[in-house]
């Protein structure tokens, strides 16, 4: 049957239904795949899926003989139902068996469904619809996968307007669009903004391809993408191919290969970044960067990283930014990976336009010219400055121009309180710490072995030609006084790169005290600095579970927590149980957590579970334990006796209702604070119970 007289026999149908009013009254309820496709007849009205549904399998024309599957009525057309503009609550169940986009496009509000496709995939521009117009997605799930030969291609919808928002959301679709541009793992092109969502499948597609969206000029904030991003041409990156719009509190995990305009997070973007990473390894051609490819805006970086090696057969590689062309503020930075490219190479940046502020690169570095272990070229005609910065890995050139911080820097170009630390090689004009220099620095030093095939080359300088005594000579540099105790002008042991700590101090530097953005823990993502706004996205490599019999011989252990019986009456009302040794219902799982006092620690455990806290602490001062609830009321739990132990095994709390908390370690005595003194603060645990 055609789906025309399958649209006939649904609108004589409609004569014999009751009366339902549009908006303001309970919605239509769907409980079959006939009833979906009433859909067709008022699609501007409210409805509610009530059943699952199987477009592959459930007869979708009970007025027929057989079974006439909805995809079977629906051979050749683009989606099962036309545009739609109505409200349409999934109410948690499922559509499966889907081969084409549901909708050709949707006008309204699409929430709490979840979408499967056929193994084949969907041969659309989303699974969802095809494009959204003033449209809000709210918790919709995808799954399977998309091939496809169009453009504006996405795991949800392929193209989003500016009028339209996508929220605590997920796709966890391949997708496939070899040819096409504006190709992404949640959308393909978005206008609009994209908040606390996912994408978990492999992208791939020619140009404008990311892993969660290809195109944004949107904001995206508090989201994600895990899967590996191929692009055959440009703009490509691992949550977004090239952005016009604000990223805050987002990462990508993925691998990231592409040609020119390349980047761990983002492939080219004209706006700000806070609060973001990327940890997959990078690959491209021309302007290639582990975070972003090319910046293309006054824009700045700030607490943000890249962990993946970086390698391209082009100009213009960093470990963070491959290049700007306008000027870019980068603070609060770090880069993890090994860099490599032929010229304009840096371990954080290749090709520098702007400002280079409290950021370090750890790995090594190579290329033919203009290598720096932190920067490769600051620009010509630019204020480019680079302070409070370091470099720690080997740097190494075929050719000219190679130095342990920096390559080339300008006359108009300054480095100040910056260093380096390893070894540098090259052919002519290598320095410790900046290979050419035709800019002024001070307060800066080297100590990394520089080896050189020719002449010039310095401990300090390669080629100097700025009158500088600052520059030129390496014995009048100054050394700032807060690296004095460090600075050994023939180092045995080189200065180490920055540990865990100083590396959250980076990412957090300028962030209130109390409001970090970045912690580390060994059992999230992977040791590195993972985003406290995003815990609840990571699995936890190590819960530590014990046994029950293990932690029940803890809980009546001494606890050295003074105070505790005054809180512990009024736990329950807080939603959380202390668990007794003689307790009849102990908890089904049971863990440990072992912290450190001066650490921000994160932790995800479940409702009706147990936790153990046992808090170390070398302070040998009392702390104040307090209780931080989600609309930030603070109750004095206890203060634990530093003064005489050095580890405090808490009784075990067990939580009785899901909720987000935290614990606060204050430095005090005190036992009848009514709130803590936020100064004091040495370290938080921050607590996720879920469903």
Known sequence: MLRSSKAILSILLSFTLPAQNAFGSEPIEIGSVEELFEIDIDSSNS?????????????????????????????GLISYLGSFSGTFDGNGKTISGLD?????????????????TLDLGVSGSGVLANNAVATTIVNVKTFGSINSNANDVGGIVGNSDVYSSIERSTADVNVSSEAGIYIGGLVGASYGSISDSAAHGDVSGAAWVGGLVGYSSGTVSQSHATGHVNGSVNNVGGLIGSSDGLITDSFSL???????????????????????????????????????????????????????????????????????????????????????????????????????????????????????????????????????????????????????????????????HSYSTGQVSGREDVGGLVGTAYGEISSSWAEGEVVTDGNPGGPFVGFCVYPSPTTCDPDLFEVPAEFATNYDPNPSIATLPPNENEQLEILNAGLAFDSPAFAINSCFNSGRPYLLSLNSSYLSACPSIRSKYYIKSLINKPSVVKGFNLFQKNMKKYGIDVVADDDKSLPQLMEEAQINASDSSNFIT??????????????????????????????????????????????????????????????????????????????????????
């Not at 993890?336 to 502020?357: A, M, P, T």
């Open 100 to 116: 084409k986009p549901l909708f050709s496009s949707i006008q309204g509000t699409i929430s709490n469904l979840t979408l499967r």
């Open 606 to 691: 479940s409702r009706g579970n147990g936790l153990q806290f046992i808090i170390n602490s070398n302070s040998n001062s009392p702390m104040q334990f307090w209780l931080e609830l989600s609309n930030s009321e603070r109750i004095l739990i206890g203060v634990i006796d530093f003064e005489k132990y050095s580890s405090a095994t808490l009784p075990m709390f067990k939580f009785t209702k899901s909720m987000q908390i935290k614990f606060l370690l204050v430095e005090s005595s005190e036992l009848n604070s009514k709130e803590p003194n936020l100064n004091s603060l040495k370290g938080q645990i921050n607590l996720n119970i879920t469903d």
């Open 254 to 416: 993925g691998s990231v290969n592409g040609q020119t305009y390349i980047g761990g997070l983002v492939g080219v973007s004209s706006q700000n970044i806070s609060q973001s990473y990327a940890m997959g390894d990078v690959s491209g051609t021309d302007y290639v960067g582990g975070l972003i490819g090319m910046i293309n805006g006054e824009i700045s970086i700030n607490s943000a990283y890249a962990s993946g090696d970086v390698t391209a057969t082009g100009d213009g590689i960093g470990g963070l930014v491959g290049a700007s062309l306008d000027y870019v503020t980068i603070e609060n930075t770090i880069s993890f990976g090994n860099v490599l490219g032929v010229n304009g190479v840096g371990g954080l940046i290749g090709d520098l336009y702007g400002s280079i502020n409290n950021s370090s690169a750890l790995g090594d570095v190579s290329g033919v010219g203009s290598i720096g272990g932190l920067a490769g070229r600051m620009a010509e005609g630019s204020s480019s400055i680079i302070s409070y910065s370091s470099a720690h890995g080997a740097v190494s050139g075929s050719g000219d121009i190679i130095g342990g911080l920096v390559g080339f820097m300008h006359v108009t170009n300054l480095i100040e």
């Open 47 to 75: 409805y509610r899926l009530v059943s699952t549904l199987d477009l592959a399998t459930d007869d979708a024309d009970a007025s027929e003989e057989g079974t006439q599957t909805a995809n079977y009525l629906t051979t």
